[in-house]
């Protein structure tokens, strides 16, 4: 259901630039815009590659920083979908960086203007590993951790995998908050140097 | 976060996309940017702030001198000249019994965290068995100098560990770890520790740890 249907008071917190009302906004297409920035698209038959890691959370930030300026939040009427605005913001960013498309593979999430004009959500279109450099990192990620103790190997599911914060993980496991810490940060480093060894990583 | 951070924590999760804490730090970034005149101190009143901050390093010196003189105690290290702030707790890769007192395996590995520390750019640590033994740290090789911090610390944590292995015996050992603003020799390590003379430019914290 579109963000804004049936939701006036939710519209109109949103216009004023409340920040909750921004919040909802933001969390309901933030998943959709982070996705195209990631795998990309194709439009008229070019193709426009996924953003590199870096990038990808500076288009993110910069949609959401033009979306949400002051003018364009005031002047939105509610009555057009609010995902495809948003969507194209994404895209208008991507083609001016003229991204090529030596990045990756295939394509990315198909045809921009088809999906938005139907509304297909990104989910149910299937992400296909495009990226074979992705994919030897994923391996030699799964080997390091493999090697790891049990309790590590815990640490870093709960941290990493459910996202769970430094204090849950700590309180489920029944260690101290800064033995988490240490952990999460030893096993970053050592599996940098990992990476690096292999050849994965540049130094 | 430097891009390789953001890969190594996609790595981590199994998952190539951003993690629900990276989407929150973007959408405080855009905040910032669309609403700056709606961004609130924490505190309404500054000088309210102020007062809090002054009396809580005001309850921290106390605390810190007198871990100096305890030095069992894990949350503070010792206090130098103006603001520096010297610390680390210890942890080991697979703690065999909880974590206090510290009980590792024989085959874990030690690490250092030393968040919290600050105005002491090197840092040398020697391990000593209740038998004597001693097992030098760093540095690791004997021509060597204490290790330079601000090349090595992840988020606080020194980025070598140390392998516990067959130069540890069972037993507890008393880590001594050295802080200086210059670097140090063994040699000169061991002349401030017998002496007992560390002048200025180096404190010395020292921690627990037993080897099952």
């Keep these: ?203 | 976060m430097v891009p390789n951070d953001e890969l190594i924590d996609r790595l981590l999760s199994g998952k190539n996309r951003m993690s629900d804490a990276a989407h929150d730090d973007i959408f405080e970034q855009v905040m910032a940017e669309v609403a700056p005149a709606k961004k609130r101190s924490r505190f309404r009143f500054p000088i309210l702030a102020g007062l809090l901050v002054a009396s809580a390093a005001v309850l921290m010196i106390p605390i810190a001198m007198r871990s100096a003189e305890s030095p069992q105690a894990d949350e503070f290290g010792a206090r130098g000249s103006g603001q520096d702030i010297a610390t680390f707790s210890l942890n080991c890769s697979s703690p065999e019994s909880g974590d206090a007192p510290l009980s590792c395996a024989n085959d874990a590995k030690l690490f250092f965290d030393m968040q919290g520390t600050t105005g002491y750019p090197y840092f040398a640590a020697f391990g000593r068995h209740t038998d004597g033994t001693v097992v030098w740290y760093f540095p690791e090789a004997l021509g060597g100098h204490s290790i330079e911090l601000a090349e090595h610390l992840e988020q606080g944590v020194l980025d070598r560990s140390v392998v516990l292995g067959q130069a540890h015996s069972r037993g507890e050992y008393q880590v001594y770890g050295f802080y200086s603003k210059v670097p140090l020799t063994r040699a000169d390590i061991k002349e401030r520790f017998r002496s007992g003379v560390y002048g200025d430019d180096t404190v010395l914290i020292n921690r627990s740890f037993s080897v099952l």
């Design chain 1, 1 to 203: 259901m579109p963000v804004f249907d049936n939701k006036r008071p939710l519209l109109e917190a949103f216009r004023r630039g409340e920040r909750e009302a921004m919040g909802t906004v933001y969390k309901r297409f933030v998943g959709d815009v982070e996705t195209l920035t990631r795998r990309g698209f194709t439009q008229s038959a070019r193709r426009i590659g996924g953003a590199r890691i870096d990038e990808q959370a500076e288009l993110v930030q910069e949609t959401f920083v033009r979306a949400f300026a002051d003018r364009a939040r005031s002047s939105f009427d509610g009555l057009r979908p609010y995902r495809p605005y948003l969507l194209r913001i994404t895209r208008n960013l991507m083609i001016d960086r003229l991204r090529s498309a030596n990045g990756t593979q295939g394509q990315g999430v198909g045809n921009i203007d088809d999906l938005l004009e139907n509304g297909t959500e990104f989910s149910t279109i299937p992400e296909i590993e495009e990226n074979l450099h992705w994919a030897q990192l994923s391996a030699a990620t799964k080997d390091f951790k493999a090697g790891l103790d049990a309790k590590t190997q815990e640490i870093v599911r709960l941290r990493f995998d459910e996202e769970m914060s430094q204090d849950a993980v700590s309180a489920q496991l029944g260690c101290t908050r800064r033995r988490v810490r240490s952990v999460e940060a030893l096993i970053r480093t050592e599996l940098r140097v990992h990476l690096e060894k292999l050849g994965l990583l540049d130094v």
